[in-house]
């Protein structure tokens, strides 16, 4: 049986140029991880020191420094990977300033939480990719997702995540 996709979404999906890579926020805040991993790597303490969020040793550039360090290889993918899947769609609605704007206000309210109640350095963008979350639960609480393969409402998927962070 030979299956006909002829559409013009289908089209638009798999034979557009508009699929190539874009500068949107999303892709941009990844591609600065990503770069800044290489760079930096997971091993260099005093980098950790100097630019994580620590209340021992707190400077105000660290509270958007950190988000750029990740502690390993498998941090940093899962913070890019949901941040890739569900930050794409807050910022397709909410468009990229407002979610740039809103992913930063978070970061730094996440580092301030840190630096208040925190006991060590800490490095990542986990706050800030919690809140994009914690956004798509908010505008899409009834949408269909699989976590582990098993289908469950986004409002669901969204605190179970979250709580596993």
């Given at each position: 049986m030979k299956y006909g996709y002829s559409s013009q979404g289908f089209e638009n999906d798999f034979y557009n140029k508009q699929n190539q890579f874009q500068f949107n926020g999303v892709n941009i805040l990844i591609l600065l991880n990503?770069?800044?991993y290489?760079?930096?790597g997971s091993s260099n303490h005093f980098i950790h020191y100097l630019f994580g969020v620590s209340?021992?040793?707190?400077?105000?550039?660290?509270?958007?420094t950190y988000m750029f360090l990740h502690g390993g290889l498998m941090h940093l993918f899962f913070n890019?990977?949901?941040?890739?899947?569900?930050?794409?769609?807050?910022?397709?609605?909410w468009g990229t300033y407002k979610f740039l704007k809103y992913y930063f206000y978070t970061g730094i309210g996440s580092g301030l939480c840190i630096?208040?109640?925190g006991q060590t350095t800490t490095i990542g963008a986990s706050g800030a990719v919690m809140?994009?979350?914690f956004a798509y639960g908010y505008l899409y609480p009834n949408r269909m997702l699989l976590f582990y393969f098993v289908p469950m409402k986004a409002k669901y998927?969204?605190?179970?995540?979250?709580?596993?962070?």
């Open positions: 990503i770069l800044i290489l760079f930096v209340s021992n040793n707190f400077e105000i550039w660290q509270l958007l890019m990977f949901l941040l890739w899947m569900f930050g794409r769609t807050i910022e397709s609605v630096y208040l109640f809140a994009v979350l998927c969204i605190l179970i995540l979250i709580f596993m962070e």
